[in-house]
């Protein structure tokens, strides 16, 4: 099978639709219509990757929340959005590009009961720096969405617009995927979990280039590469204090997967940044 993924005729990573005439405008992110946002509410709720890895790593570190107001940024599902507000977060706010991805996340928090002045949406793009309603917050998560930060600008934007909306002290638990892996480790992880990365660049990919992923159920985007020092450097600069996160597997996993082996192939890097 050849590590290269199909080659798909969309609006690239981080470019985006100006277009906001409705209050929720659809489309603005072309890898999240209502297909692929119903596809990667599949993937957050379903996949190993995502339950026993990304999600499991996120919690710990996300810690204690209880009476706490939280931002979750570019939110997709709203599954963290659920989980902030099971342990005990006065208010949740979760923000996405994507109308599509709102919506899904409306119908599963009405799904599990959660009451309606316990959440709020608001579609918006991260780059735009702006005061949230519901602000400001003692914790901002962001899982898996830094990797659509396109130039050193937009993560700059991205981590400003987050650090405005901090209390002081507050914190930015951050998760990135870098979207390519080297040819052997993608081969692997195909082959083990059906999960397609890009191919890195021969010498390894460099910030700000091309990436790619596929799941198992069709989900797929184009995103950036990302460097977890860029993220670290821009971190810093806009006035965080960074920890960086070593990432272990869930020891409640009883499935018969190699998850110890998926957490070493996930190209994953986690951040605590504290205002
Ligand atoms: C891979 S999903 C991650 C969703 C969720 N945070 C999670 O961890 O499951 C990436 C999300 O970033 C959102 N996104 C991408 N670019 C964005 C932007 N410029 N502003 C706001 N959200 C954006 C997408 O719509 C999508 O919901």
């Excluded at 989980?83 to 949740?92: C, E, I």
């Excluded at 599509?100 to 608001?122: I, Q």
């Excluded at 638990?173 to 870098?178: H, I, L, Y």
């Excluded at 965080?240 to 070593?246: G, Q, S």
Aim: hydrophobic share 35%; charged share 25%.
């Amino acid at each position: 099978m050849s590590g290269e993924p199909p080659a798909k005729k969309q609006r690239p990573a981080g470019q985006i639709s100006q277009d906001k005439e409705n209050d929720e405008q659809l489309n603005r992110i072309a890898d999240y219509d209502l297909k692929m946002a119903e596809l990667y509410n599949g993937v957050a709720n379903d996949s190993l990757a995502h339950k026993h890895c990304m999600g499991y790593n996120l919690k710990k570190a996300i810690g204690d929340v209880k009476g706490q107001v939280c931002i979750e940024a570019a939110c997709g599902n709203g599954a963290y959005m659920q989980f902030l507000h099971d342990k005990g977060a006065s208010f949740v706010l979760g923000t996405d590009l994507s109308a599509e991805n709102l919506a899904v996340c409306r119908t599963n928090h009405k799904a599990s009961g959660v009451p309606a002045d316990a959440m709020d949406y608001f579609q918006s793009d991260l780059g735009e720096v702006q005061a949230y309603k519901g602000g400001p917050f003692d914790l901002a998560v962001m899982g898996c969405c830094i990797c659509y930060c396109s130039n050193q600008d937009m993560l700059l934007s991205w981590l400003k617009n987050m650090y405005k909306n901090l209390k002081p002290g507050g914190r930015l638990v951050c998760m990135n995927t870098r979207g390519a892996l080297p040819d052997a480790e993608q081969e692997e992880l195909f082959i083990k979990f059906k999960i397609r990365y890009l191919k890195e660049a021969p010498g390894g990919s460099k910030s700000f280039s091309p990436a790619f992923v596929r799941f198992h159920n069709g989900w797929q985007t184009d995103y950036i590469f990302l460097e977890a020092d860029t993220i670290h450097k821009a971190m810093v600069e806009t006035g965080f204090k960074v920890e960086r996160v070593p990432l272990v597997g869930d020891p409640d996993y009883n499935g018969k997967e190699d998850l110890a082996r998926l957490v070493q192939l996930m190209p994953y890097d986690l951040f605590v940044a504290t205002k």
